[in-house]
């Protein structure tokens, strides 16, 4: 027991919350069958299974986008970067049944490769079409899991030897309220175990 104390000294226990962060800050296109859009940010997301690919998506239901993925199962997650930081904002505290947040933000759609409805976000980097195969409803928030139909990428960032140069595009993440860059690399995957 006085071992446990010693660990908590100069630490606060807090209730149960999610404080798993950095997170990506992620603009989520969607549609419904009429050709409604409508972009929604969302920072809660993730990968859930490389083989097949799959990701998740939670959505409270009373957001105006809620429906349109429920209604077609289909959605796309499109990368933000440190130039989209406003945009991902904006979409994220304003509603769509009040404003054309296309419009607003001057984001251009575009037709997915894969999706019969839901369109990408031209600006953004990589537009990740998704297919929703199961919805969890959790409480507040719905997860929406979905396999990964389709990946579209901006040429731009696109190397002569054919790698693509993702994290030359300032990828935008959240953080406990905060929109911040990723900052400089620290290391590659491996790099701790490589010989030197």
């Not at 957001?63 to 199962?73: A, K, L």
């Not at 440190?82 to 984001?107: F, I, N």
């Not at 369109?119 to 928030?141: A, D, F, M, W, Y």
């Not at 911040?180 to 701790?192: I, N, Y």
Request: net charge positive; proline share 4%.
């Amino acid at each position: 027991m006085k071992e446990a104390k010693r660990i908590l000294e100069g630490r606060q226990a807090w209730r149960p919350g999610n404080m798993l962060y950095p997170l990506p800050a992620v603009m989520v296109s969607a549609a419904d069958k009429e050709g409604n859009a409508n972009i929604l940010t969302v920072a809660w997301t993730g990968t859930v299974c490389s083989d097949p690919a799959m990701l998740y998506i939670s959505v409270r239901p009373e957001r105006y986008s809620y429906h349109m993925i429920r209604e077609t199962g289909e959605f796309v997650v499109n990368l933000t970067t440190e130039k989209l930081a406003y945009a991902t904002d904006w979409c994220g505290v304003r509603s769509g049944r009040d404003v054309d947040k296309w419009k607003e933000m001057k984001l251009s759609k575009g037709v997915s490769e894969s999706l019969a409805y839901a369109p990408v976000i031209l600006e953004s980097p990589v537009n990740i079409e998704c297919r929703v195969t199961e919805v969890k409803e959790l409480g507040s928030h719905h997860m929406f899991l979905a396999e990964v139909t389709a990946v579209q990428i901006d040429e731009r960032y696109m190397k002569k030897n054919g790698k693509f140069m993702l994290n030359s595009t300032g990828l935008l993440a959240y953080s406990h309220g905060e929109y911040r860059g990723l900052g400089k690399e620290l290391g590659s995957f491996g790099w701790s175990v490589k010989k030197r």
